[in-house]
């Protein structure tokens, strides 16, 4: 299985600060990474698919980047509701798997 | 509106059974693959199972190979997951998903709100 790890486990940052959360798979994943947004008590939300396309509807201000092994989340300049928990997956190969995930705190 | 409603889950004791239904609308459901995904209190997610748009196919991840079944019913527009033999170490809210293209099937966009599953004696 491929192995996803993310850092940091935590961030705390204020609002209007740039984010940046990282994700490196074990193997290669060419293209095939994916970030999603969990709030507590919901499910997650499909933010960014095949490391670098928005999925529609998610604010611009958020962007991927990366390939092979290593993947970046940016969030340009955090607004209140961007404070959550941010997992990046692999979708390359079978089974799917998921990094343990990011928290975005408030400062 | 593309909508997930998963059911069934509650309290059982360990070696015992649960089925789960997920009812699915807004969406062609034979279309899609379909998912289940776990979270356990206070973890992170953790991909179980999926089936083919015509139940030809299923995979499931190690931790419950042998133990859950996946199915569906195109025409009920409904996913399952029978859960047999639960351990412990199965509770956590389930969640079904949808890929957000019928290509891509390991990416999700719509899920459903999750039902809690709890092993415990």
């Known amino acids: 299985d491929i192995q996803m790890t993310q850092s940091p486990s935590s961030l705390s940052a204020s609002v209007g600060d740039r984010a940046t959360i990282t994700c490196r798979a074990s193997?290669?994943?060419?293209?095939?990474l994916n970030w999603y947004q969990q709030k507590p008590g919901k499910a997650p939300n499909l933010l960014i698919y095949?490391?670098?396309s928005l999925q529609n509807g998610v604010p611009s201000r958020f962007s991927g980047s990366g390939s092979g092994t290593d993947f970046t989340l940016t969030i340009s300049s955090l607004q209140p509701e961007d404070f959550a928990t941010y997992y990046c997956?692999?979708?390359?190969?079978?089974?799917?798997?998921f990094g343990q995930g990011t928290r975005l705190e408030i400062k | 509106q593309e909508q997930l409603e998963e059911s069934g889950g509650g309290l059982v004791k360990p070696g015992g059974s649960l089925r789960l239904s997920c009812e699915a609308s807004?969406?062609?459901?034979?279309?899609?693959?379909l998912s289940w995904i776990r979270q356990a209190p206070g973890k992170g997610l953790e991909w179980i199972s999926y089936?083919?748009?015509?139940?030809?196919?299923?995979s499931y991840a190690d931790s419950v190979k042998g133990r859950f079944t996946i199915s569906r019913d195109n025409v009920k527009k409904s996913l399952y997951l029978q859960m047999d033999n639960l351990r412990a170490e199965d509770t956590a809210v389930y969640y079904c998903?949808?890929?957000?293209?019928?290509?891509?099937?390991?990416?999700?966009?719509?899920w459903g709100q999750g039902t809690l599953v709890t092993v415990s004696s």
């Open positions: 998903a949808r890929p957000h293209s019928s290509v891509r099937f390991m990416e999700w966009l719509t």
């Open positions: 807004g969406f062609v459901f034979g279309d899609y693959y």
């Open positions: 089936i083919s748009t015509s139940s030809t196919f299923t």
């Open positions: 193997q290669s994943i060419t293209g095939y």
């Open positions: 095949a490391t670098s």
């Open positions: 997956q692999q979708s390359y190969s079978s089974p799917p798997t």
